[in-house]
């Protein structure tokens, strides 16, 4: 029997995540993290949900992010954590079990295979063969870098302004109700 993690939060060698069903038929998340593989015992979205809210955000507020940058776009990526560089990027919709989520940092190049099949070279000296063309694969990583690109962007942007000194104001504590009086 596989080992089975109860729980897992998406880190810095984290290849991929997929949904898979475990012996009792519940559906699962299969993890290619460094050179090993194994099961968690909650689905995908819930494993990346939850890696989310340890960062202090959630799954629907990173797509909500997304589609605020690039755009109304089907399956958008969505960025796990920029200071990590970890950003994921989905080959079906989040909705389908089988949705494989790619590390953006680990896809290392891409080769086709048929015509609706695509080679994916990824780190640590993994292949995945997915069903999906090539160009349609690339179009879907090419948002997440776009997504990283303009992420990165906005979080370096730096903040300068200057405040005319101005003499303060004196506030006072009174009775009744408007209880502050303000004088310049």
Same mark, same amino acid.
């Given at each position: 029997? @596989?080992?089975?993690?109860?729980?897992?939060?998406?880190?810095?060698?984290?290849?991929?995540?997929?949904?898979?069903?475990?012996?009792?038929?519940?559906?699962?998340?299969?993890?290619?993290?460094?050179?090993?593989?194994?099961?968690?015992? @909650?689905?995908?979205?819930?494993?990346?949900?939850?890696?989310?809210?340890?960062?202090?955000?959630?799954?629907?507020?990173?797509?909500?992010?997304?589609?605020?940058?690039?755009?109304?776009?089907? @399956?958008?990526?969505?960025?796990?954590?920029?200071? #990590?560089?970890?950003? #994921?990027?989905?080959?079906?919709?989040?909705?389908?079990?089988?949705?494989?989520?790619?590390?953006?940092?680990?896809?290392?190049?891409?080769?086709?295979?048929?015509?609706?099949?695509?080679?994916?070279?990824?780190?640590?000296?993994?292949?995945?063969?997915?069903?999906?063309?090539?160009?349609?694969?690339?179009?879907?990583?090419?948002?997440?870098?776009?997504?990283?690109?303009? @992420?990165?962007?906005?979080?370096?942007?730096?903040?300068?302004?200057?405040?005319?000194?101005?003499?303060?104001?004196?506030?006072?504590?009174?009775?009744?109700?408007?209880?502050?009086?303000?004088?310049?």
């Amino acid at each position: 029997m @596989m080992n089975l993690l109860s729980d897992y939060t998406i880190n810095q060698e984290t290849v991929l995540l997929t949904g898979e069903y475990n012996e009792n038929g519940k559906l699962c998340t299969r993890v290619i993290e460094g050179e090993d593989t194994f099961l968690v015992d @909650m689905k995908p979205i819930d494993v990346i949900n939850k890696t989310l809210l340890g960062l202090g955000s959630n799954f629907n507020a990173g797509r909500k992010s997304s589609r605020e940058i690039l755009g109304d776009i089907y @399956m958008c990526p969505i960025k796990i954590n920029c200071n #990590l560089g970890i950003w #994921l990027f989905p080959t079906k919709s989040y909705n389908n079990e089988f949705c494989v989520w790619f590390s953006l940092t680990h896809v290392k190049k891409t080769k086709a295979v048929g015509i609706r099949k695509t080679e994916v070279y990824l780190s640590y000296n993994h292949t995945f063969v997915i069903n999906m063309k090539e160009s349609k694969f690339n179009q879907r990583k090419q948002a997440a870098k776009d997504l990283r690109y303009e @992420m990165t962007k906005n979080s370096q942007g730096i903040l300068t302004f200057y405040v005319e000194p101005k003499k303060g104001l004196m506030i006072r504590e009174s009775e009744g109700i408007n209880r502050y009086r303000i004088r310049k």
